[in-house]
């Protein structure tokens, strides 16, 4: 039965060993996982697999000096400058191949947060902290405002006039009473991320409708 075995599998044949991939090879394969649950931006794949323990680094001298002095594992180790590198050509290859995009990243982050009830201001401000330049947060966004009909003719568009109303009559049931209550009102828009016309715009026609 156990000749039967190494003949079936073949003289040569090892078990898969994870810990033998290369880091190449596993920073590929945790970084493809990760974009398997959700997008993410480059910048936050890099952050990611920099802080992988396959790719945790020493010092050029650190390094020299443990090769030098024969200390295991030294080869294996690699150079603040061999990770960027590393890490990098991983990215490229996964852009490239169109694993990762970081426009489609920022369009399903704006639908994400259009959700909740966000403007735009507050949306692209949490776009630069992931990596996205303004060029494609802007493009992202004039995509989402643009009225273009999909296969069946449904218009599917971002209103922020519209959302930033909608957000304020959710929160309150009324315009208030007095300066101070409106302006909580005014202050809650502008941390959502709402301009000041969005503002204005909600704050006369949030609560119109109930009083017809």
């Known amino acids: 039965m156990h000749d039967q075995e190494r003949e079936t599998v073949g003289p040569d044949y090892q078990p898969l060993?994870?810990?033998?991939?290369?880091?190449?090879?596993r920073a590929r394969n945790d970084a493809i996982a990760r974009l398997a649950r959700r997008e993410h931006s480059r910048r936050e794949l890099h952050d990611?697999?920099?802080?992988?323990?396959?790719?945790?680094?020493?010092?050029?001298?650190?390094l020299a000096e443990q090769s030098a002095s024969g200390e295991e594992g030294a080869e294996t180790r690699l150079s603040r400058d061999e990770v960027e590198l590393l890490i990098e050509e991983v990215l490229e290859r996964l852009v490239e191949e169109g694993?990762?995009?970081?426009?489609?990243?920022?369009?399903?982050?704006?639908?994400?947060?259009v959700l909740r009830g966000q403007g735009p201001r507050r949306i692209q401000q949490e776009l630069?902290?992931?990596?996205?330049?303004?060029?494609?947060?802007?493009?992202?966004?004039?995509?989402?405002c643009d009225p273009v009909p999909d296969a069946f003719g449904h218009v599917d568009a971002v209103d922020f006039f519209?959302?930033?109303?909608?957000?304020?009559?959710?929160?309150?049931?009324?315009?208030?009473?007095?300066?101070?209550?409106?302006?909580?009102?005014?202050r809650f828009l502008l941390q959502r991320g709402f301009d000041y016309e969005q503002l204005r715009y909600a704050m006369e026609s949030a609560w119109t409708e109930d009083e017809a």
Do not use: C
Request: aromatic content about 6%; charged content about 35%; glycine content about 6%.
């Open 17 to 25: 060993d994870v810990g033998a991939m290369t880091p190449q090879r």
């Open 48 to 62: 990611y697999l920099k802080e992988r323990d396959y790719l945790q680094t020493v010092s050029d001298d650190a």
């Open 99 to 113: 694993l990762q995009s970081d426009e489609r990243f920022a369009a399903s982050f704006l639908r994400t947060r």
């Open 128 to 144: 630069r902290q992931r990596g996205i330049d303004n060029e494609t947060s802007g493009a992202v966004m004039r995509a989402a």
């Open 162 to 186: 519209e959302l930033a109303r909608e957000t304020l009559a959710r929160r309150f049931s009324s315009a208030g009473e007095g300066h101070k209550e409106r302006a909580r009102r005014e």
